[in-house]
């Protein structure tokens, strides 16, 4: 096996067939991307806001929750490695829901065990489905009503997380401001969208995601008097593995009970719906760039990803339980990275090195305690923007699941019992209110469907 092996035009890089997987090992199988590498080391900085978090909701230490950061980030790696072209990230819809499923259980071991068992539940239904290859049976057979009320109440509950009393926004309300107007304009905006077209500095800076807005938050949060300025500190990043053990895995509080696993099914199944969507998109995505680049054979699989971020929720509900999940992909950074390989071989040799070399990056960037400590002043507001624009998409998205303007009345229904009182009160609200309206149409595509409004909301969503 020599270095640096080429693969045929219009073929795939090549790989060591495992099965299902196909390895592929850096500068053996594929071009390491040193640009995408570096945008990495400074992306890196999304993925440690899972830690107010974990702070917040399991009572853990800041070295502790780093610990947990570090184990998820090193499990992204497997995803390219083992052939998924793409940048995993967090199920990050299903964050609220999580939250208010796992503040039902007291602080302390008790919610670290209820926090085990959901995710281990996630974990082995999702390899379950990649195994037997009925990922779209179980979600297209949901009536698009609960489909829709359960993604809308997510996206809800994720921007009632932030403003609620004593929530993000009371501790830096004009930090978020300010950034969140940023955001959604170089995210949404059409005028922005205009002008990076004839500036490549604002197109430079649209394609950086949420890092721009970041760094912004660093900057003005520590003058608005709503965070310190970063303390800066050299070397490598001190996470505390041992405690993490210790107090928040099954080595340190035992193993959750029956009662735990059976209360999780309802939330699990509501967080498969909404991650089944980043699936979709992973192939959509793929798809419009293997007819743009000839050169290249994109091999995505989404029976052996869901194998892969089955394993890494399994894995990490015994090692490092994440109140932000295994999720199957970041598609901000995804996005970024596919619309670079577009522009052809000479910008990005292949998917799997662009991909592979960002994971590389954002790994390197946890291990430098002056990225670590540059960001950790404003992760508060970082955890709060992302809430808060995937908030903004869940809504848009759980609009255009209803079919007719029934299924948005149930929909609205569900997405307040999700808001109040949990995905399994949602699922039961839901399940009597098809019920009740479309009788024995429950299961096709939620009874009839309206084709005007239906119409009328792809329109919009176009518009």
């Known amino acids: 096996m020599s270095l640096w092996k080429k693969r045929q035009d219009g073929g795939e890089n090549p790989a060591i067939h495992l099965g299902t997987f196909k390895l592929r090992l850096p500068f053996i199988h594929y071009r390491f991307e040193w640009s995408d590498y570096f945008q990495g080391l400074l992306m890196c900085a999304v993925d440690l806001a899972a830690i107010p978090l974990l702070i917040e909701l399991l009572g853990m230490p800041f070295e502790a929750a780093l610990a947990i950061v570090m184990l998820n980030g090193f499990l992204y790696l497997m995803h390219h490695l083992l052939g998924d072209p793409v940048i995993p990230g967090w199920i990050t819809p299903a964050i609220p829901l999580i939250m208010v499923y796992v503040e039902t259980f007291e602080m302390g071991p008790e919610r670290v065990k ?39 109440g997510a996206g809800i509950a994720a921007i009632n997380s932030v ?16 950034t969140l107007g940023l955001a959604f304009y170089l995210i949404y905006s059409k005028h922005f969208s205009e002008i990076k077209e004839r500036y490549k ?22 003058v608005l008097n709503e965070a310190n300025w970063p303390a800066m500190e050299w070397g490598l990043s001190k996470p505390n593995f041992e405690l993490m053990i210790n107090e928040y895995t099954v080595f340190g509080v035992g193993f959750p009970p029956l009662n735990m696993f059976l209360s999780a099914i309802p939330t ?65 950074m995804h996005i970024v990275i596919v619309e670079r390989y ?111 409004i239906f119409s009328k909301i792809k329109k919009m969503d176009e518009d």
């Open 201 to 222: 500095l604002l197109s430079l800076v649209g394609n950086l995601g949420i890092l721009p807005i970041i760094l912004l938050a660093v900057c003005i949060s520590p």
């Open 342 to 452: 577009k522009q052809g071989k000479k910008a990005m040799h292949s998917i799997i090195g662009g991909s592979g070399s960002f994971r590389w990056g954002t790994n390197t960037g946890l291990l430098l305690l002056p990225i670590v400590t540059f960001v950790k002043p404003i992760l508060g507001i970082a955890l709060a923007l992302t809430l808060i624009i995937q908030g903004f998409v869940s809504v848009r998205i759980g609009f255009l699941e209803s079919r007719s303007l029934k299924d948005l009345g149930i929909a609205g229904v569900i997405a307040g019992v999700v808001v109040s009182k949990g995905a399994g009160w949602a699922f039961a609200v839901g399940i009597l209110l098809v019920f009740l309206i479309y009788g024995k149409k429950f299961f096709i595509d939620g009874g009839e469907v309206d084709s005007k």
């Open 268 to 332: 699990a199944l509501a967080t498969y719906i909404v991650l089944f969507g980043d699936v979709l998109q992973s192939e959509a995505i793929l798809k419009e760039a293997d007819d743009k680049r000839r050169d290249e054979k994109i091999d995505y699989n989404p029976n052996r990803a869901h194998l892969i971020f089955g394993g890494r929720n399994s894995l990490m509900s015994f090692i490092g339980p994440d109140i932000t999940m295994c999720g199957p992909l970041w598609a901000a």
């Open 163 to 178: 403003f609620s009393a004593g929530g993000r926004f009371d501790l830096f309300p004009f930090s978020i401001s300010i």
């Open 114 to 152: 209820a926090l085990m068992a959901f995710q281990l539940i996630l974990g082995l239904f999702t390899i379950f489905l990649g195994v037997i290859k009925w990922a779209k049976k179980v979600v297209f057979s949901i009536p698009s009503a609960i489909k829709s009320g359960i993604i809308i």
